[in-house]
């Protein structure tokens, strides 16, 4: 994700598993259960690793008309569950059935809790079938209303505001996507395209992943959109999204991406997925979004003139380069996200050196110098301070944007510029489809550089004020007053 809401575009320019949760309810009785994720405590749920989701939806044109939808989950349990609890809330459980039988159900919290006619057992295949509503109403996140339809922003905590599952990034699974919308209308979602089948006056669009994905990068797009196709690197198929009025205005944007891949497998390797392309929707969200396979910006990044085309580029490679990193390689726990936006930002900076003559080390001398001030808001980049109540979004400061790219620049400075460079290339290769933590990434560095980092990594990722600078011993940072 990168915020382009005033505040943080100001801050920019400026600078050029498993511990249980449970709330206090009696022991008979549902309750919430979270895998103790130290941000986000009460999100994902113990005793299972979903392999699959099968997701039907139905739009009927109207954004204030909660959608009917089909939630299939293919589980395989990791201990004997006489429930099962999914994340899920602010709609409509219908029923829902275990294996094909019917189940019993209740909310506890923001959990739906599962009670099966027999209880699972350890190491068990399993299928959860929720009959359910969507709705897109309520803000929060979720499904975001467009000029014409829809779209999805379930960064961090909102994927289970549009369907039930296991919303935390520590469980990957694949997801298959259909989505019904009346006979003018199109749909789009991650991955690649396997059906579309007309039924009278509705047309569904069937979707599906060739690799593992975090809910909270699930995407639908619904709306009057146009889908441009065009090649990328060794044939990759891109496809872009956008209203379709818009088309003409926006193809020098698209026409970018092609360009924009190559620079990034240059630095890291192949694109680590089977589809790219970008989302552009008429929709006010203050950011743009990582969503896997098809990045969501807003309408108004392309369209306004005080944007400046090299921070749009930059903008557009930020989310490009978290295909690799906080896509492929997904954070274990939500404490890991300096490692998505703090590479996703080192990128952005290093393509508006090369492409916009931006210095990378003007803007990270620049950073250097609000870091302290970073620190004391939000805490330092590795362990972050929850967000703020109510107000998930507050998670993504500028500590884990530029101030976790400056962690990275220390590191290039401690180990030289080859070592990082193999670093970076070994990383989104060794992990690639899975998840890892800040101890995989510190632990590799070590071995790359051939010598412990552990008091360096302390400094950078856990201190709350900024080390010195290697290689730069006058820069200097003050917190603000």
């Known amino acids: 994700m990168l915020l382009t809401s005033r505040r943080l575009r100001a801050a920019l320019l400026a600078t050029a598993s498993a511990t249980l949760v449970a709330a206090t309810l009696p022991a008979s009785a549902p309750r919430p259960l979270g895998i103790g994720d130290p941000l986000f405590p009460y999100l994902g749920n113990p005793g299972y690793d979903v392999l699959a989701y099968d997701i039907d939806l139905t739009y ?76 897109p109403t309520g803000g929060k996140g979720g499904w975001i209303p467009t000029g014409d339809g829809l779209v999805m922003a379930n960064q961090a905590d909102a994927a289970h505001r549009v369907f039930p599952g296991n919303d935390h990034p520590a469980d990957k699974a694949a997801f298959t996507f259909r989505v019904t919308v009346p006979g003018d209308m199109t749909a789009v979602a991650n991955g690649l395209p396997v059906a579309k089948t007309r039924h009278g006056a509705t047309t569904t669009w069937t979707y599906r992943t060739r690799h593992p994905m ?48 190559e620079w990034m497998e240059r630095q890291v390797g192949p694109y680590p997925l089977e589809t ?6 008429a929709a006010r969200t203050g950011f743009a979004l990582e969503t896997q396979t098809l990045s969501l910006f807003e309408r108004s990044l392309f369209t306004r003139s005080e944007y400046p085309e090299w921070y749009v580029d930059s903008v557009m490679v930020h989310e490009l380069a978290h295909q690799w990193f906080g896509n492929s390689v997904s954070p274990r726990a939500w404490s890991d996200l300096w490692l998505n936006e703090g590479h996703a930002t080192w990128y952005e900076a290093l393509y508006a050196e090369e492409h916009a003559d931006k210095p990378l080390e003007t803007r990270m001398r620049d ?51 080859g070592e990082f460079r193999r670093l970076e290339r070994d990383w989104v290769r060794t992990h690639r489809d899975g998840t890892a933590s800040t101890a995989d990434f510190t632990r590799l560095a070590s071995r790359i550089a051939g010598r412990d980092l552990t008091d360096f990594f302390q400094g950078w990722l856990y201190g709350r004020t900024t080390p010195p600078m290697p290689g730069h011993p006058d820069w200097t940072s003050r917190a603000a007053k």
Do not use: C, M
């Open 60 to 135: 009927r044109g109207d954004n204030t008309e909660p959608l009917d939808a089909v939630t299939r989950i293919d589980a395989r349990t990791t201990r004997r569950l006489e429930r099962i609890n999914l994340d899920f809330t602010h709609s409509e459980v219908r029923s829902v059935e275990v294996d094909g039988a019917r189940a019993d159900f209740a909310t506890a919290g923001e959990d739906l809790v599962v009670t099966p006619r027999e209880a699972v057992e350890a190491g068990a295949p399993v299928r959860v079938t929720v009959i359910h509503t969507s709705d």
């Open 367 to 417: 950073a250097y110098r609000f870091s302290d001030g970073w620190r004391a808001a939000g805490g330092p980049p590795a362990a972050p301070e929850p967000p703020s109540p109510g107000e998930q979004i507050s998670l993504f400061r500028p500590v884990v944007y530029d101030g976790s790219a400056l962690v990275l620049y220390a590191l290039r400075q401690e180990i030289g510029a």
């Open 276 to 281: 790219y392309g970008v989302l552009i929707a």
């Open 214 to 261: 975090a809910t909270e990068l699930a995407q639908v797009s619904i709306g009057d959109s146009a889908v441009v196709r065009r090649e990328g690197p060794r044939g990759l198929p891109l496809r872009d999204v956008v209203p379709a009025a818009d088309r003409a205005k926006l193809e020098p944007w698209l026409a970018k991406t092609p360009g924009q891949l």
